[in-house]
T-cell receptor, first 115, second 112 residues
Framework: ETGVTQTPRHLVMGMTNKKSLKCEQH?????MYWYKQSAKKPLELMFV???????INESVPSRFSPECPNSSLLNLHLHALQPEDSALYLC??????????????FGSGTRLTVV | EDQVTQSPEALRLQEGESSSLNCSYT??????LFWYRQDPGKGPEFLFT???AGEEKEKERLKATLTKKESFLHITAPKPEDSATYLC?????????????FGKGTKLTVNP
């Protein structure tokens, strides 16, 4: 495996379900990110894990919760989602903020549909 | 509030027809401007980083330039494989942490 791997690629879930999105980076980076991408909207930063610290965008609802088991994994737990949460969820990594010069490396995303 | 505006939203070109995409920004404390390419069903792919006004970067048919208020992505003699959505992002410092603020993107279609 190389780069940033996201699973699953597609997910359909009901509003009462609990599911998890997984993200693993194989680049030795020390910062990871979750972004939400909705049609005709800019990418929205949800969470950042960097230098063993988790930062949260305060506008993100509590039905999304991140988990960082180690520096290579950043999972996103989903609970009681709403239809408006349907979007492409992208995970990315970078070599800290100084490594951002080389840009974030993004995974292919999870296309989430809430029914 | 930090903002990034890209124009046009969509652009259709004939193969070989050169054009430019625009990214204007209003940020406090710019610490880099980034261009990404995103193909359907995939994550964004890094293209360029620009740091200071007057800076230029090139890659194949693409050239990115930066001024104090905006950046341009020039596409010279595009080919159908250049069709994608191009995203612009600025790196900003907020509350002691850094993040990338993205524009909505420009969807480019190059017809053969």
């Amino acid at each position: 495996e190389t780069g940033v791997t996201q699973t699953p690629r597609h997910l359909v879930m009901g509003m009462t379900n609990k599911k998890s999105l997984k993200c693993e980076q194989h680049l030795g980076h020390n910062a990871m990110y979750w972004y939400k991408q909705s049609a005709k909207k800019p990418l929205e930063l949800m969470f950042v894990y960097s230098y063993e610290k988790l930062s949260i965008n305060e506008s993100v609802p509590s039905r999304f919760s991140p988990e960082c088991p180690n520096s290579s994994l950043l999972n996103l737990h989903l609970h009681a989602l709403q239809p408006e949460d349907s979007a492409l969820y992208l995970c990315a990594s970078s070599q800290g903020f100084t490594g951002v010069h080389y840009g974030y490396t993004f995974g292919s995303g999870t296309r989430l549909t809430v029914v | 509030e930090d903002q990034v505006t890209q124009s046009p939203e969509a652009l259709r070109l004939q193969e070989g027809e050169s054009s430019s995409l625009n990214c204007s920004y209003t940020v406090s404390g710019l610490r880099g401007l980034f261009w990404y390419r995103q193909d359907p069903g995939k994550g964004p792919e890094f293209l360029f980083t620009l740091y200071s006004a007057g800076e230029e970067k090139e890659k194949e048919r693409l050239k990115a330039t930066l001024t104090k208020k905006e950046s341009f992505l020039h596409i010279t003699a595009p080919k159908p494989e250049d069709s994608a959505t191009y995203l612009c992002a600025v790196r900003v410092t907020q509350g002691g942490s850094e993040k990338l603020v993205f524009g909505k993107g420009t969807k480019l279609t190059v017809n053969p």
